[in-house]
């Protein structure tokens, strides 16, 4: 399948921040990727090196077997940043033709709008806009050039439900169509939404990259909380964390590991299990990669998991 983005160990740097560290990363003809990360993973970064508006320090980055700060390439795709600032006193028809006209192929205003859930409003100035409306005119403006390949930096931040709906159908409705879409999101939900694929990116690194299933699978760990002395060896704990006068135990087997404390007659109190978030699930991953098994490892935290575990 033709690749239309390419990372190939791609890092950034910005003065002392390491933001990307050798990425590889393919984006496929068809896809629609979902990028997952905490803040601060890098997701802006490579979203930035893809569409031209950052270089890497080191590595290569493609975009449509060109280079991405090639202007005739960058027509081909669009981009929604994070942060849009659309002119107040502009109708939202003149904002985009204004959008339109630097494209050789635009895409018709009218349906452009409608997809969106913004048709009846091509005479409202921007002013005029709800918060809701406003974002899911800035992700329409990223369509307007009919492009091949769309980037949308969190596309969804502030949007109420239904709003949120509305843009996720306008995405899928371009997908349907053969579109290819890079989205970024905190939320594994925004993302199952809508994508088959999810790469997970912490700290600069894609950690995982896979079925939005199998991420599903991986990120459902539990946390389980409690207070004890000490612990003995327990099986299937991926991250280890002390605070509060209480242990926390990262699993994604959490009867198992309950079932081996009780059996170990070790005194505890307090116990509370409950759904990783998914920053713990992220250094449960972490965790898992950079070790050779989670299977056999105590819970008794080693120096190396307790410095992770509080990073
Ligand atoms: N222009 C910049 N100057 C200095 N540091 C930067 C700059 N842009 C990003 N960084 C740093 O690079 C790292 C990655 O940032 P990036 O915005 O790519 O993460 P992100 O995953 O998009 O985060 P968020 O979900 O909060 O948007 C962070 O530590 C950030 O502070």
Redesign the pocket.
């Known amino acids: 399948m033709t690749v239309l983005a390419r990372a190939v160990e791609a890092s950034r740097r ?2 002392d ?1 390491l ?1 990307l560290d050798r990425v590889s990363l393919d984006i496929r003809a068809g896809e629609l990727v979902g990028l997952l ?10 979203i930035n090196l893809f569409a031209g508006l950052r270089r890497p320090t080191s590595g290569t980055v493609e975009l449509l077997g060109g280079s991405p700060a090639d202007p005739v390439t960058r027509r081909a795709i669009g981009v929604t940043p ?1 942060e849009t600032g659309l002119p107040e006193s502009l109708r939202v028809g003149e904002i985009v033709a204004f959008a339109a006209a630097h494209y050789p192929r635009p895409a018709d205003r009218d349906e452009l709008l409608a997809r969106f859930g913004l048709d009846g409003l091509v005479r409202r100035q921007v002013g005029g806009l709800s918060g809701g409306q406003r974002r899911r005119l800035a992700v329409a403006l990223a369509f307007a050039g009919d492009p091949r390949l769309v980037f949308l ?2 596309p969804t931040t502030g949007l109420d439900v239904e709003a949120r709906r509305a843009l996720w159908d306008g995405v899928r409705a371009f997908h349907e169509a053969g579109g290819t879409v890079l989205l ?1 999101s ?1 939320y594994l939900e925004e993302i199952e939404a809508l994508a088959e694929r999810v790469v997970v ?1 912490g700290e ?1 690194r894609v950690l995982a990259d896979d079925t939005v299933r199998a991420i599903r699978e991986t990120v459902g760990v539990r946390r389980v909380s409690l207070v004890a002395d000490d612990l003995p060896e327990l099986p299937g704990v991926s991250g280890v964390e002390r605070s509060d006068g209480r242990i926390h135990l990262v699993t994604p087997d959490s009867d198992r590991l309950v079932t081996a404390l009780v059996l170990s007659g070790v005194p505890f109190s307090g116990l509370e299990i409950r759904p990783a978030t998914l920053e713990e699930a992220f250094l449960a991953i972490t965790a898992r990669r950079t070790e050779p098994s989670d299977e056999t490892r105590g819970a008794g935290p080693s120096d190396e998991t307790k410095e992770r575990s509080h990073a």
Request: negative net charge; glycine residues 24%.
């Open positions: 910005y003065g921040v933001a990360g905490p803040n601060g993973a890098g997701k802006s970064t490579l994070q930096d969190e970024t905190h990116v600069g």
